[in-house]
Structure formats: structure tokens, C-alpha cells
């Protein structure tokens, strides 16, 4: 993986959860369950019907709040809030990670689906506070989450930053079309990778992967 491919960015943007974060920490999961329980609320359906439509409207929609939005006309602010009241003790900090971050050249930001907020978070639960210059959620997008190519232009253009000088670091294979399409280097942190014409590049250790481009 030459250092030659990324010597063009100047815009770094990266994801949050299963991202910024290994996946066995499992962070996320407790979020799965208070969607689940909000879902049920919500509609008043049992569990295993929310936990079905939770995963159908992310499938379809990109989140399952946008789901809930397009076929129920739910309020976003109130099921953010609720959601995201988690805790974030099962996180760690990461010093190689934070210094892998702090000597990428060039501008550092984040973009995730779920809220600015929740995201600052996570970021200081990992020891990565001060590390972006920018943090950017989904109510940043008008609520329109990733894949949609239109919540990647809303981005765009309230950060200014030039596709075709950023990269894109993000756990879920689907969410790198679009900045692919735009022009962005791509890179699917995860796992395992999933080979597509819109994955660039693929790690299972951002820190290690960020390490050898500087």
C-alpha cells in the first residue's frame, strides 16, 4: 500500500462507530437495544417485530431513524437523544491511534450517522479530543444519512473541503460508493474486507494503516 496513493489528500474524514473504535468493544450494540426498545414504543409492536423493522429500515433506508422518518413521520431530535444515552465505559483510550491521527498532514474530521454530540463522546472516551478540526453528525445532512449521496454533498459543502483531495476512512462497505464516486480515496476499515470496485483500499488496524502513510 505506497505511501503515493494518499499523498493528494488533504482532507482526512473518517466515521465513528466500528470505525474510531474496534468492533469488539461493542459500543454500538447497547445503541441497537435502545432502538429496539424505541421502535417498540413507537409502534407499539413487540420486540422481535421492532428488532426486524430496526434492521429492515437501516438496510433500506441507510438508518432506521431515516425509516422511521420517511414511513411514520417520526420526530428525529427526541429518538437521537434517547438512543444515544448510552455509556461509554466500555471504551478505552487510544495513544497509538491519537498519534497516528495527529501526524496525517492536512485537515482531520469526522462523519458519522449518529449526532455531533454523541460523537465528541466517543472521541474523548478514546482519548482523541482535540485531534479534528471538524465533527459532523447526521442532523449536519438534514437527517439524511450514508449511503445517500446527497448527506456526502451536504457535508461537502458545509465543510469546503475538495472530493478529489480527501479520503475516506468507514467500517460499512455500502457507505464508500458515494465517495467514490465523487472522487475520494476509500478505505473500508473492518474486519474483513469485502472486495468492490468502490473500496480502495481495506484494514482490520486504522492506527497501522494511518501509521504507514506519514
Not at 505511501?3 to 474524514?13: G, I, L, M, N, Y
Not at 469488539?24 to 437495544?33: A, G, P, S, T, Y
Not at 460523537?119 to 444519512?145: K, Q, W
Request: one cysteine or more.
Amino acid at each position: 500500500m505506497p505511501k503515493d496513493a494518499f499523498r493528494h489528500v488533504t482532507t482526512w474524514v473518517f466515521d465513528l462507530d466500528n470505525t474510531l473504535y474496534p468492533p469488539e468493544m461493542c459500543l454500538f450494540d447497547q445503541i441497537e437495544v435502545r432502538m429496539t426498545d424505541w421502535v417498540m414504543q413507537a409502534l407499539s409492536v413487540d420486540r422481535d417485530r421492532a428488532d426486524h423493522l430496526r434492521q429492515h429500515y437501516w438496510a433500506t433506508y441507510g438508518t432506521t431513524l431515516a425509516g422511521l422518518m420517511e414511513e411514520h413521520d417520526v420526530d428525529p431530535t427526541p429518538y437521537l437523544v434517547d438512543v444515544h444515552d448510552i455509556s461509554f465505559d466500555v471504551l478505552s483510550p487510544d495513544p497509538r491511534l491519537a498519534d497516528a491521527l495527529a501526524a496525517l498532514p492536512g485537515r482531520r474530521i469526522v462523519y458519522t450517522n449518529g449526532t455531533a454530540p454523541y460523537a465528541e463522546n466517543v472521541i474523548e472516551a478514546r482519548g482523541l479530543s482535540g485531534l479534528f478540526d471538524a465533527v459532523y453528525g447526521v442532523e449536519h445532512a438534514a437527517y439524511r444519512p450514508k449511503p445517500e449521496a446527497a448527506a456526502y454533498q451536504a457535508i461537502i459543502a458545509r465543510d469546503g473541503f475538495r472530493p478529489g483531495e480527501a479520503a475516506m476512512f468507514e467500517d460499512v462497505a455500502r457507505n464508500l460508493a458515494a465517495p467514490h464516486q465523487m472522487g475520494m480515496a476509500t478505505v473500508h476499515v473492518a474486519p474483513e474486507a469485502e472486495p468492490a470496485d468502490h473500496i480502495h483500499h481495506h484494514t482490520d488496524d486504522l492506527a497501522g494503516f494511518l501509521e504507514r502513510l506519514v
